[in-house]
Each structure stands twice: as structure tokens, then as C-alpha cells.
């Protein structure tokens, strides 16, 4: 059982850590008015985009407001289900008449992987502020030139890395930030799941770009660097293929290391071939935390060498993003670094991943 000290102190931790995400919550009986909310349109229609919307209800500071899609009755139903005005909701090919409606502030990218870039590209030039959905992008390249046409157009450029913005993420990186972890020496992460329909566009390189390792395999390259708060110098890598009739143009299962500046190493590992595989463990010199699950939509759980952590599931991922991400681009706040940045630097690692395979395994240095 917890003593009132325990519950004082992770309360006052909570306080701290999640001050600036809790922002919005404490709004929650005080909605602000719609000047002051970021008003959304999602691109692209599919499960995830079902899942923000449903998310963005309880939202206080962000607010869907339209809707880009190119099958009519989704534009009947989404207006039903989320309340939105048909006047709001756009096809690909009246994409631009979006940049003149005053109702909608940032778009928020949900296509498939290799479609990102040239959504964000025209988002961006036409002056509103762009979510996009992770992988960022199919290469370095691409997210170089969304970056840069982002800065251009001088619209803020995110990346959907909901897990920055959730409660458990963030003590893992508070207790790192502030040394309770001490050295961090180890991570180990892995993430995968056993991938259904053979004929989906994840399994198809011109849309999704890569396999398991683009999909959810970036949740621990991303969070190899959270937890080590590093970039990697240098990377090795291996891939495994069961079925390479399915993963024809696709990677299944892929194990990879990561080297740190300071010494720690990152062991890491994803596939589209089996279940029951989320893990982060993060080993400092002075303590640890394991999240497991870590990265799927929740509720995450975890424990750290000071015993069970217990944090607020009661919100979903995206309605912690997608108000954290508000409040950054209204009022300034933290972004939590999902940012465009972000999302490049994940986009070197994976390609220095894939190059190690096509080079057998050998050590790639990262500059
Ligand atoms: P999905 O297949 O359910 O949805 C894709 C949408 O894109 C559909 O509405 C589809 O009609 C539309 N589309 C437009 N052109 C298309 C084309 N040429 N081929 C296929 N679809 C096309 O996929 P999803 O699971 O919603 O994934 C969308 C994006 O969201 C991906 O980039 C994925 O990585 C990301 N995602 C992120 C998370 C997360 O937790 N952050 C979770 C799931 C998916």
C-alpha cells in the first residue's frame, strides 16, 4: 500500500512533470472560447483518423472542425458522428479551397506513410500549421524538404508521437532528465504485432515506404532517445523474413543496436509477425523503469525501482496530444519535441537500419 508520503510525493511529481499538459485538462470545466481552441482538419479518413476525432471530443484547447476525404459517404458520416459542418469537409481535389476557411487552423495528416510529404508540402504552402502523421515520411529527404517548407511558410510542423504527451512516457523521461536514473546504461525496446491482410498498404513499399520497422518499430528508436535523452553514433542491423511471399516488398522482423555517446547501448527489435511483443526497459546506474505495455494505445503500465507506477489512463493518447500540441501553438507551450525534427532524426536511424541489412549487418557510424 502507498504511504501519504508516497501519494504526496507523486502527486507533487505529477503536478510538475505534467503542469503544462495538464493545461488543458484543468480547462475542462471552463472550455475556452472556439478564437482560442486550434481548429483541425483531418486528411485522410481511416482507423487512426476515427481514433483522433473520437479523442479530440474531449479535448479543451484543440477542436476538429473539418475533414479532407475522398469517398463521399465518409463525408456524410463523419459529419454526423463528429459534428461537422459539410461545408468543412474537403476532397483531394478541392484540397487547396481549404486555405480561405477561416474554421480551420492546422491540418492533421492521416494517409498512409508515403503520401505525408506531399500533403504537408501543400498544407504548408497554403499558410496553416501541419500535424503529421508518424512515419514522417518515406525517407531523410522528404522530411528535409517538409521541415524546410514548413520554416518557409512559417506554419509549425509536428509529428503524431502521442506517446511524448501521455503521463508514463513522461515521468520516464522526467526521472531521466533529472537524474533520479542516474547513467543510463541499457535500453531495451521492442514493439511488434502479427500483421493481418495481406493485400493492406502497409504491406505495399510505394505507400507505406518500409514494413514493421517504418510502422512501429520507430515508437522504440524514438524511445531509445528519449530515454537515453542521445542520438546514436552508430547502428547495426538484422532482418528475418518467414514469409516472404507476404513480405515481398516489405520488411517482417527486424533486430537492431544502437551506440550512445555515452557509452549506453540500445537493443532493439520489431516484426509483423507475431503478438504480445511492447517493451521498453531503461537501466541507469541508480534505478530503472520498465513500461510494458509502452506504446500501444493503453492503457500503458510500467514500474520503476521505487515499485508500481500509476499514473491517469482515464484520457486517450491523442487527447493528451492533440492539447498539448494546441497549446504549443497558441500559447507558446511545450512541444514535447514532436516536432518535424524529431521525426527526421528517426527517419536517419531507419535508413541507416536499412542499410546495415542491405550491407549484412554491418556497424553503421551515424554522424
Ligand atoms: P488506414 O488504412 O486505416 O487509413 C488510411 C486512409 O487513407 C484511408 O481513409 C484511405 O481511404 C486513405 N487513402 C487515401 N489514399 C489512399 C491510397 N492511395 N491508398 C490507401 N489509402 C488511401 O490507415 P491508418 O491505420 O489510419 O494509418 C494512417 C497513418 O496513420 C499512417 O501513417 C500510420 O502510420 C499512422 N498511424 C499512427 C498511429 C499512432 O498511434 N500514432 C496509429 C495508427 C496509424
Known amino acids: 500500500m502507498k504511504s501519504r508520503r508516497d501519494f504526496l510525493r507523486q502527486v507533487s511529481a505529477s503536478t510538475l512533470t505534467l503542469a503544462s499538459v495538464a493545461v488543458a485538462a484543468e480547462a475542462a470545466t471552463n472550455s475556452p472560447p472556439a478564437s482560442k481552441q486550434l481548429r483541425v482538419a483531418l486528411v485522410g479518413l481511416g482507423s487512426y483518423a476515427e481514433r483522433v476525432a473520437t479523442a479530440m471530443k474531449s479535448c479543451t484547447l484543440a477542436k476538429l472542425t473539418g475533414a479532407v476525404t475522398g469517398t463521399p459517404a465518409k463525408a456524410d458520416k463523419w459529419a454526423k458522428d463528429f459534428g461537422l459542418n459539410k461545408a468543412n469537409i474537403y476532397s483531394y481535389q478541392n484540397f487547396e479551397d481549404l486555405k480561405n476557411n477561416p474554421d480551420i487552423d492546422a491540418v492533421y495528416i492521416t494517409l498512409p506513410n508515403s503520401m505525408h510529404h506531399e500533403y504537408v508540402l501543400r498544407a504548408a504552402k497554403m499558410g496553416k500549421h501541419v500535424i503529421c502523421e508518424k512515419p514522417m515520411s518515406v525517407s531523410v529527404k522528404q522530411a528535409q524538404e517538409m521541415i524546410a517548407a514548413c520554416k518557409a511558410a512559417g506554419v509549425k510542423l509536428y509529428v503524431g508521437y502521442r506517446m511524448h504527451f501521455e503521463p508514463y512516457t513522461r515521468e520516464l523521461i522526467r526521472m531521466r532528465q533529472t537524474g533520479e536514473l542516474g547513467k543510463i546504461m541499457h535500453v531495451n525496446a521492442y514493439f511488434g504485432f502479427k500483421s493481418g491482410d495481406p493485400n493492406q498498404w502497409r504491406l505495399k513499399k510505394a505507400l507505406a515506404g518500409g514494413g514493421a520497422l517504418m510502422d512501429v ?28 511471399v507476404k513480405f515481398k516488398e516489405v520488411d517482417e522482423t527486424i533486430t537492431w543496436q544502437m551506440g550512445f555517446p555515452s557509452g549506453a547501448i540500445a537493443a532493439c527489435a520489431t516484426t509483423y509477425n507475431f503478438n504480445n511483443f511492447e517493451r521498453l526497459y531503461v537501466v541507469g546506474e541508480k534505478g530503472f523503469v520498465e513500461l510494458s505495455p509502452a506504446y500501444g494505445y493503453g492503457p500503458i503500465k510500467g514500474r520503476t525501482h521505487k515499485g508500481e507506477m500509476s499514473w491517469d489512463t482515464s484520457k486517450m493518447h491523442q487527447t493528451w496530444q492533440m492539447d498539448g500540441m494546441a497549446n504549443a501553438i497558441l500559447n507558446g507551450g511545450p512541444d514535447f519535441n514532436a516536432t518535424g525534427e524529431e521525426g527526421l532524426r528517426d527517419m536517419k536511424i531507419i535508413e541507416a537500419i536499412y542499410q546495415s541489412i542491405a550491407a549484412n549487418g554491418k556497424k553503421i557510424k551515424l554522424v
Do not use: F
Not at 524514438?222 to 514469409?243: F, H, L, Q
Open 217 to 244: 518499430g520507430i515508437y522504440c528508436i524514438n524511445a531509445a532517445r528519449y530515454a537515453t535523452g542521445e542520438e546514436p553514433v552508430w547502428i547495426s542491423a538484422e532482418e528475418s523474413k518467414t514469409d516472404p
